[in-house]
């Protein structure tokens, strides 16, 4: 692949034209020994897929990318690499989106521009014996110059139709992964705490409505932040609180 961008210290890249998925050849190449720290990088992918499964249209002009790291860490904490991620993608759209620009975070994994959905983020892994992975795959997908017309009733949309002039895909790849790597290491010396409060203060519908659907059930109920996990805390119309760890958010 032509302009291959210069990654920061302790990042690996892997270019391809194509690829089934960024986060299914991550996990093939955790398996073959690949180290923490390896940045896969395609302009398309075959079988791209969001969260639940979910087909994810792939076509070139967009960024798809998926980072492997080997975190000492159990499941749950590292699934708080979420929050790293989208405050990484915001780093990075802030210095391309219009003045203006209205760029939010949607618990959990969602980036918004203008209301609408730009990136998303998955993430998969593989755990080992100890209790802790052995590897994590950081898949993030950004709209540049594409976005599908729905996403399970949720509005998308990219960043050229939100008025960007095209973006070198390379370079935003780059500014990615230099600010995912400032924030992990905040994370990895201070816990979860200043990236959780980073996150709250650009969250979409804070001290608002949402509605939450669980396998089987929904939620209604006023979004009141993160607990000290990053799990959702949602006060219900009933008084009751309940803590969420898994869901699907609509406004």
């Known amino acids: 692949m032509k302009d291959r961008p210069a990654l920061t210290a302790g990042y690996r890249l892997i270019a391809l034209e194509s690829i089934d998925s960024t986060n299914a050849e991550a996990a093939r190449l955790a398996r073959d020994g690949a180290a923490d720290g390896t940045v896969v990088w395609a302009k ?23 980072l492997l790291l080997r975190p000492e860490a159990a499941p749950a904490e590292a699934a708080q690499l979420t929050f790293v991620a989208a405050l990484a993608l915001g780093q990075t759209l802030d210095g391309v989106i219009p003045v203006g620009s209205n760029l939010a975070f949607k618990w959990p994994n969602d980036v918004l521009l203008d209301g609408r959905k730009v990136a998303g983020i998955l993430l998969e892994s593989s755990g080992s014996r100890n209790g802790r992975l052995d590897w994590l795959a950081v898949g993030c997908g950004l709209n540049i110059q594409h976005f599908p017309q729905d996403i399970a009733g949720y509005p998308a949309t990219s960043l050229c139709a939100a008025g960007v002039v095209e973006p070198e895909i390379g370079n935003l790849l780059a500014t990615f992964v230099d600010a995912f790597a400032v924030w992990r290491a905040r994370w990895q010396g201070e816990g979860l705490g200043p990236v959780r409060d980073a ?23 006023i979004f009141m932040g993160l607990d000290a996990g990053g799990a959702m805390l949602l006060d219900l119309p009933d008084g009751s609180r309940r803590t969420v760890t898994a869901g699907d958010v609509f406004f």
């Open 44 to 66: 398309r992918q075959t079988a791209g897929r969001g969260r639940h499964g979910r087909n994810w249209e792939s076509p070139e002009g967009n960024l798809y990318t998926s």
């Open 199 to 221: 996150w709250l203060a650009r969250a979409a519908r804070v001290g608002g409505e949402v509605t939450v659907r669980l396998p089987g059930n929904e939620l209604r109920g």
